[in-house]
């Protein structure tokens, strides 16, 4: 079975919305498990629950068959999803447009082209789906 996992922020905003719409489509053509993932940064002083960000997707999408909920705490948002991807094993990470340039910001401190789908391509075995 396909391992898709999507980040999104809580409260979900509309990006989220539609990064999470775009991962739900892949996991149903490709008969996907989901795994929507929120990063809870230690510096925020803030705590989402797992059932907290369960209950706002599904009050948006319904329930939703093959998914899993994960909150990770970590100190940049990048590197704890990167950590989650790679403990998933999974097949497809699909990202917002935002989070791609965020991404992108990091790689550009690291190398001088920051082509961020082929530095996650280098560090993950996994295909990138940004959306718009």
């Known amino acids: 079975m396909t391992q898709i996992v999507v980040p999104v922020r809580y409260p979900l905003t509309k990006h989220s919305r539609e990064t999470l719409a775009e991962a739900i489509r892949i996991a149903e053509a490709e008969d996907g498990s989901l795994t929507v993932l929120h990063v809870d940064l230690y510096q925020s002083g803030k705590h989402v629950s797992r059932s907290q960000l369960k209950a706002a ?76």
Do not use: C, H
């Not at 100190?75 to 704890?80: A, F, S």
């Not at 990470?93 to 530095?119: C, H, N, Y």
């Not at 075995?125 to 959306?131: G, L, N």
């Open 57 to 132: 997707v599904e009050s948006e999408f319904g329930r939703l068959p093959n998914a899993r909920y994960s909150v990770r705490k970590g100190l940049l948002v990048e590197e704890t999803i990167l950590d989650a991807v790679a403990s998933e094993e999974a097949d497809i990470v699909v990202i917002g447009e935002k989070q791609a340039s965020r991404w992108r910001q990091m790689v550009r401190r690291l190398v001088d082209d920051p082509d961020v789908e082929t530095f996650l391509r280098s560090q993950l075995d996994a295909r990138v789906v940004t959306v718009s």
